[in-house]
């Protein structure tokens, strides 16, 4: 049975998972949008409130990321907004952009995160040796210090070149429109593909999370 302190940090975890992820979503369908695609618009995803974000993915949204709090003491889940695949092929280099916008939302919020941390450790409202992820100690550094790690968590391990995973449409980015085409249209069959390249990135995010969140830390937080 889970402490007072633990069901605190429990509740502050679920906030920082919820805002980042529906920040991460809109980022996407407002990107979408932008490039000309409605799709996300319409289903209510070019919003800040979570209520459609949860009404499309509630496994994802409220079930999982408890689950994974009561396994491993920290929060995961998934989210999605749609889009027109048919657009997605016709405008390859939106639809790369669009990949490309909900991992830059969180490296965003991390950023602010981060930034809001180290002012405030300089002013003297947190101490230097408070711990970002502590069950117990100050609230608003403990949320902030969640933000942190969770927001470039989420961005690293969605820019892998992988599918499903946003990394490898963004590619699409650098790539000419023919070949752009070419990949999007292989991510939108690539079926057992993108089962493989979810358990792949499982396995080595970790390699890469690692160094991000140094460089994050020694620049954002002065560590």
Not at 206 to 215: I, L, N, Q, R, T
């Amino acid at each position: 049975m889970l402490d007072p302190d633990q069901l605190v940090f429990g509740l502050m975890w679920f906030v920082v998972f919820l805002f980042s992820t529906v920040c991460h979503e809109a980022g996407h369908a407002w990107a979408a949008l932008r490039g000309g695609d409605t799709t996300a618009y319409h289903g209510g995803q070019v919003s800040l409130d979570p209520i459609p974000h949860i009404q499309r993915e509630p496994f994802g949204m409220l079930i999982m990321p408890w689950l994974s709090f009561f396994m491993n003491g920290w929060m995961m889940g998934w989210a999605s907004a749609p889009y027109d695949p048919l657009w997605a092929r016709r405008y390859p280099k939106r639809a790369a952009w669009m990949s490309l916008a909900g991992p830059m939302a969180n490296f965003a919020i991390a950023i602010v995160a981060g930034l809001s941390i180290r002012i405030g450790r300089g002013m003297g409202f947190f101490q230097p040796s408070e711990g970002l992820l502590a069950a117990s100690g100050d609230a608003v550094l403990t949320l902030l210090g969640i933000a942190f790690f969770l927001n470039i968590l989420l961005g690293t391990f969605n820019l892998l070149p992988l599918p499903p995973l946003d990394g490898f449409t963004a590619i699409g980015i650098f790539l000419p429109e023919a070949t752009a085409a070419k990949l999007e249209e292989f991510r939108q069959t690539a079926g057992m593909f993108q089962i493989v390249g979810l358990l792949v990135a499982w396995q080595i995010g970790g390699y890469f999370f690692g160094p991000v969140y140094a460089f994050a830390s020694a620049v954002l937080l002065g560590n």
